[in-house]
Each structure stands twice: as C-alpha cells, then as structure tokens.
C-alpha cells in the first residue's frame, strides 16, 4: 500500500525557488507513474506534472513549463518537484500522487495521495 507524505513546502517571495518532496512511509513494491497537483482556495485541484514510472519521461502544464522540474529519488515512489522564479499564482496546497498511467491529467487517474504541503509565494 502506498502512503505517501509531502514536505518542504514553506512561504518565499516572488523569484524564489523551493523544493517539495514527497516519500512513500508504506510497504509497497511497485514503482508508480508520480505526479503533482496543487489546489488554491476555492479553486479546483489542478494537475501540475507527472513523471514516468521509469523516471524517463517526464509531463507539465503550461502554465510551470520551464519552470517546475519533476524528478524521481533513489527510494522507491520518492519524487521531487523543483521549482523556480515562482510566482504568487503558484500559491497554493500541493500534493503528491500515485498512478499507473502516464502522462495523464486527470485527478480521478490517480489512487493515493498525500495530505499535502502549502507553499505561499509573496509579491
């Protein structure tokens, strides 16, 4: 069963950079298709990138293309999102998620999540 945990979210300003992890504290063998979404208040949840269960292939938005990297960790279903000159519309509660397919958008594609991490981002 995949537990996964998100961490390092935090506040910075505008320009700034952060990296949010996300782990897997339960015992399962299988290595998932991984992802990112993020929901700000009163928005819906929002696909941010995903990333191949072979770590190869890799899938963004628009809107964080350039800006946001995807990478896997050594640890079973670890993965990373790097992301640069953030912007106060990056605000928001991110989560991790586990998956089977790849690339895909949707959140309903995916079947465990994290409780999330909130990353706030000043002007």
């Known amino acids: 069963q995949v537990q996964l945990v998100e961490s390092g979210g935090g506040s910075v300003q505008a320009g700034g950079s952060l990296t949010l992890s996300c782990a897997d504290s339960?015992?399962?063998?299988?290595?998932?298709?991984m992802a990112w979404f993020r929901q700000a208040p009163g928005m819906e949840r929002e696909f941010v990138g995903a990333?191949?269960?072979?770590?190869?292939?890799?899938y963004y938005a628009e809107s964080v293309k350039g800006r946001f990297t995807i990478s896997r960790g050594n640890a079973l279903n670890t993965v990373f999102l790097q992301m640069n000159n953030l912007k106060p519309e990056d605000t928001a509660v991110y989560y991790c998620?586990?998956?089977?397919?790849?690339?895909?958008?949707?959140?309903?594609?995916?079947?465990?999540w994290g409780p999330g991490t909130q990353v706030t981002v000043s002007s």
């Open positions: 998620a586990a998956g089977t397919i790849f690339p895909v958008r949707g959140s309903d594609m995916y079947n465990d």
């Open positions: 339960g015992r399962s063998a299988t290595r998932y298709v």
């Open positions: 990333i191949s269960d072979s770590g190869i292939r890799t």
